[in-house]
């Protein structure tokens, strides 16, 4: 799974990736940077989740970072980056990972895929 997100996470100023279900269940997480107290641990997020139901495409600006979030069939799509990460090119490697995403998805069932992985 690392690889289908490689170029995403080599996209200048990206701090990390997750991946939600629609109900708010982490499916998949991947930080390489330790400069985040693990956000993917926080118990709010199926709240955050059933608060972006029916959005496509966010981008969320806060002080410091920011949160690209974006709809897939799985679920949400989080990228977490730093405030001058590359939006354009973001959105174009997500552009590219989706379809991929709909495929094992489809295949396979995603969980099964991740729980190996994990």
Do not use: Q
């Not at 269940?25 to 955050?48: G, R």
């Amino acid at each position: 799974m690392e690889m289908l997100f490689k170029d995403i996470l080599n996209t200048d100023d990206v701090e990390g990736i997750m991946l939600f279900s629609h109900d708010g269940e982490m499916v998949f997480d991947l930080f390489p940077s330790a400069t985040l107290s693990a956000p993917h641990k926080k118990t709010w997020w199926p709240l955050f989740m059933n608060a972006l139901k029916g959005i496509r495409e966010a981008d969320l600006i806060f002080e410091k970072r920011r949160l690209y979030v974006r709809k897939t069939d799985v679920g949400y799509l989080i990228i977490v980056t730093g405030l001058f990460s590359p939006m354009a090119m973001l959105r174009l490697n997500c552009d590219i990972v989706l379809p991929s995403l709909k495929e094992m998805n489809k295949k396979k069932g995603l969980k099964r895929f991740f729980k190996g992985k994990r």
